[in-house]
């Protein structure tokens, strides 16, 4: 896919990996020993680099074809090129109540709660993120995707922190609202979905729901805030490494609000050197209470401002599980007011997720093999 590549929409394609799901009964095996199917992928907000920008949430499809590589020796750039064939499909939108557009533009005011949030009415929606006051636009930065069997799907996205409910045709169907602890609160107690300023308690700016997965046999949604709360350390990269994990009951989403069955502690990797939160971009449920976490520093071609920020030190898929971990659903720790890791301190009363390194995807050797290094 070219750089310049455009959508059905117009846009440029621009980034298309905020998240990546298999589009459900498109994974086949082919006789040559390649792999085909389809990609839904998300492209975040839209392109920013100043500023946010009025870009509509949406999804795209690519079908692919992966042909492993199995030889001794290294490849070309180009070769290794064809190892994996993208060819673009189609892209749809994910729309507002009514059918409105939505906004990648900083969320900058709220809707208030509709009727019936949050009790009878299932499908009400809580506060909600808009542009501002006289563009009231549903605001999505859209991180965590799952395609569900039903051909529905699961959002995640950081100003809320939220997880939405979409139609395959884009149409809003529900929104889950995790607990206190996790939305972002002013000094004066309301909420202000800003991601430009970090809140007085809640998730961090850009630093939402960017983890999304489904136990799919047994209809339990996880999603993973990038790093710790405010109220935990996240105001700061040296004591933000206590994130939190929530589980939702979704059997019945439409029929009954999703539950709230679980909330665990996860520790990220701190760096060596420096003490930084490797934060986590993506979450993938693996087997019961245990999950890939793809953990990463922030460098790489072209980041920070000398030579020595293009060099990556961490990116990995590690793993972790909750099966020892406390499940603190419910607890006092749901109220803002009452952290789990003060100061990057976890309270002693709470046991976390065990997390152990897996697979780097900057091994030298592995990035030559596919005409790749690790830099400028």
């Known amino acids: 896919l070219q750089s310049n590549f455009t959508d059905s929409l117009g846009d440029t394609l621009g980034g298309i990996g905020s998240a990546i799901a298999f589009k459900q009964s498109t994974w086949e095996s082919l006789p040559n020993g390649s792999y085909t199917g389809t990609l839904i992928v998300h492209p975040d907000r839209g392109y920013n680099v100043i500023s946010t920008v009025d870009y509509r949430a949406r999804q795209h499809e690519i079908n692919f074809v992966f042909t492993p590589y199995n030889g001794t020796d290294d490849l070309g750039f180009e070769s290794a090129q064809t190892t994996l ?29 509709e009727s019936g949030f949050p009790g009878a009415d299932v499908l009400a929606d809580p506060q909600m993120p808009i542009a501002n006051e006289t563009y009231q636009h549903l605001t999505i930065d859209a991180e965590g995707l ?38 972002p609160f002013d000094s004066d107690g309301n909420i202000n979905f800003t991601s430009v300023v970090n809140p007085a308690t809640g998730r961090a700016g850009n630093t939402g729901f960017e983890g999304l997965t489904l136990d799919a046999e047994n209809n339990i949604l996880y999603a993973m805030l990038q790093a710790a709360t405010i109220q935990d350390g996240g105001d700061d990269d040296d004591t933000s490494s206590y994130t939190r994990m929530v ?101 002693d009363s709470v046991t976390p997720a065990t997390y152990v390194s897996f697979v780097s995807y900057i091994d030298d050797d592995q990035l030559a093999r596919f005409g790749l290094h690790n830099g400028i």
């Open 247 to 347: 589980a939702y009951d979704v059997a019945n989403a439409t029929l009954t609000r999703p539950t709230l069955v679980g909330e665990w502690v996860v520790p990220l990797v701190v760096s060596t050197s420096k003490s930084k939160t490797r934060k986590c971009s993506e979450i993938h449920f693996v087997s019961p209470d245990v999950f890939f976490a793809l953990s990463r520093d922030g460098n790489g071609n072209g980041a920070g401002t000398s030579s020595s920020d293009t060099t990556s030190k961490y990116k990995q898929a590690d793993l972790f599980s909750i099966a020892n971990a406390t499940n603190i659903a419910g607890t006092k720790f749901d109220d803002p007011t009452n952290p789990v890791a003060p100061d990057g301190i976890l309270d």
């Open 85 to 113: 064939q993208l060819t673009y499909i189609s892209t749809s939108l994910q729309f507002d109540r009514g059918g409105g557009n939505t906004s990648g533009l900083d969320a900058l005011a709220v809707r208030p709660a």
């Open 146 to 183: 799952i395609a569900a069997s039903d051909g529905n799907f699961w959002v995640s996205d950081e100003y809320g922190p939220y997880i939405y409910h979409y139609s395959a045709n884009g149409t809003l169907i529900q929104t889950i609202q995790p607990p206190d602890a996790f939305l």
